[in-house]
């Protein structure tokens, strides 16, 4: 195994010399949006403060950095995933958990309020699409298309809110129907059914699969699936550059490759083999 860094592109697993990529799944927020940027900024002090209200918490540093952990290791999942984990903290600590479902409305009140302008702004024409996608997202998804990749995008988030700010973006044009969010009241994985679906359909094997994000659960059932994921460790805040964070987390979760963004797309289809 190399480890080979470079300014754009860092290298754990190289493709194989006659990888032949075919179809290629992207994770959402974070990987290609950032119309939620800021999420965790929301549900972390939040759930810390649900927390804080039991009868046997710790120290509010301690429990909001356990927050912030159990949150981390559930990114790319169903939000409802997380408020699960929520009512298990606080029944643990001696409380009486709200359903799930409470927490996660409750959250996603104040993340809309958190994000309303920006919708707002993307809705009227004041800010365009490109101001709120992860730098040379449209660019790469074009040059794929091109290829007559199959592109899927598959998030966490409800699947109404995804349709709605991927048609705000402008990439709607890429995946058609092929986007897949998170349905009240099914709990089962909505990116590993998507990628079941794939592989066997579109493609004979997880060889031919790619895969894009920013979080454990997609570089997970990537390569659980045989394909090659690329952790995609963009810093929402200060564009161009590797959030360290995430980078850490994605090789954790086993990432073949750590990129910032798209903006190097060039150099990322021949790294590709395209």
């Given at each position: 195994?190399?480890?080979?860094?470079?300014?754009?592109l860092?290298?754990?697993n190289?493709?194989?010399?006659?990888?032949?990529?075919?179809?290629?799944?992207f994770?959402?927020?974070?990987?290609?949006?950032l119309v939620?940027?800021?999420?965790?900024?929301?549900?972390?002090p939040?759930?810390?403060?649900?927390?804080?209200?039991?009868a046997?918490?710790?120290?509010?540093?301690?429990?909001r950095q356990?927050?912030?952990?159990?949150?981390?290791i559930?990114?790319g999942?169903?939000?409802?995933?997380?408020?699960?984990?929520?009512?298990?903290e606080?029944?643990?600590?001696?409380?009486?958990p709200?359903?799930?479902?409470?927490?996660?409305?409750?959250?996603?009140?104040?993340?809309?309020?958190?994000?309303?302008?920006?919708?707002?702004?993307?809705?009227?024409?004041?800010?365009?699409?490109?101001e709120?996608?992860?730098?040379?997202?449209?660019?790469f998804l074009?040059?794929?298309?091109?290829?007559?990749?199959?592109?899927y995008l598959?998030?966490?988030t409800?699947?109404?809110?995804v349709?709605?700010?991927?048609a705000?973006?402008d990439l709607?044009r890429?995946?058609?129907?092929?986007?897949?969010?998170?349905?009240?009241?099914?709990?089962?994985?909505?990116?590993?059914t998507?990628?079941?679906?794939?592989?066997?359909g579109?493609?004979p094997?997880?060889?031919r699969?790619?895969?894009?994000?920013?979080?454990?659960?997609e570089?997970?059932?990537?390569?659980?699936?045989g394909?090659?994921?690329?952790?995609?460790?963009?810093d929402e805040?200060?564009?161009?550059?590797?959030?360290?964070?995430?980078?850490?987390r994605?090789?954790?979760a086993?990432?073949?490759a750590?990129i910032?963004?798209?903006?190097?797309t060039?150099?990322?289809?021949?790294?590709?083999?395209?």
């Amino acid at each position: 195994m190399d480890n080979i860094h470079s300014s754009y592109l860092e290298i754990i697993n190289r493709p194989a010399n006659d990888a032949c990529f075919s179809a290629a799944l992207f994770d959402f927020d974070g990987t290609l949006s950032l119309v939620r940027e800021g999420w965790q900024q929301v549900m972390t002090p939040y759930f810390t403060d649900v927390i804080m209200e039991t009868a046997s918490h710790g120290p509010y540093e301690e429990e909001r950095q356990n927050a912030e952990g159990f949150i981390d290791i559930l990114t790319g999942k169903q939000t409802i995933y997380q408020c699960m984990r929520l009512a298990e903290e606080v029944k643990k600590r001696g409380g009486d958990p709200l359903p799930a479902h409470e927490y996660k409305q409750e959250y996603l009140r104040r993340l809309a309020k958190r994000i309303k302008m920006r919708k707002v702004n993307l809705k009227t024409g004041a800010s365009k699409p490109g101001e709120f996608l992860v730098s040379g997202a449209a660019s790469f998804l074009t040059a794929l298309s091109a290829k007559n990749v199959y592109l899927y995008l598959a998030s966490g988030t409800d699947l109404y809110d995804v349709l709605e700010e991927a048609a705000l973006l402008d990439l709607t044009r890429y995946f058609d129907t092929n986007i897949f969010g998170a349905v009240d009241g099914r709990l089962d994985c909505s990116k590993e059914t998507v990628i079941n679906g794939v592989i066997g359909g579109k493609i004979p094997d997880g060889g031919r699969l790619l895969g894009f994000g920013d979080g454990y659960v997609e570089i997970e059932l990537i390569k659980k699936a045989g394909g090659y994921a690329v952790g995609v460790a963009s810093d929402e805040k200060r564009l161009f550059n590797i959030d360290q964070k995430k980078r850490g987390r994605l090789i954790n979760a086993g990432a073949d490759a750590i990129i910032p963004d798209f903006s190097e797309t060039e150099l990322l289809m021949d790294f590709l083999n395209f």
